[in-house]
């Protein structure tokens, strides 16, 4: 790894952790006045990966299209976890957690199934009575 390939990637962790930090921060805020913020609950891992980023990205789309504001962990902290490692990957997971926390609802699409990780996600805000809505039709 190049210097420049190695200062990049510390920028991109570093912008992903404001964001984080952001996120959380104004969760305590009042949410009244704001827009809604949706977690984007969808597959990640499984036989076609490049699919089912497409389609977070898309899922994403959609929402920020009907006026909210998407959080898909997924997304982000692929960038810079390792998804095939156990312990990156349960880091991700965990902080996708927090920020679940801090959502209005969460948007589940169930199209190709529920994985382990939407599994996880779906108990978790039920635990949290976060409200949970499912798209079929994406």
Known sequence: ??????ALAIITILVSLVFVVNFLVCGVVSRIGRKRVVFICSPYRGVNK????ENAKRYCRHAVMSGKIPICPHLYFTRFLDDGIARERTMGIRIGL????NCDEMWVFPNNGISEGMQAEIDFAKKHR???VYIYTM
């Open 98 to 101: 927090e920020c679940l926390k």
């Open 1 to 6: 790894m190049t210097n420049l390939e190695y």
């Open 130 to 132: 976060i409200k949970t």
């Open 50 to 53: 490049e699919r089912n980023v």
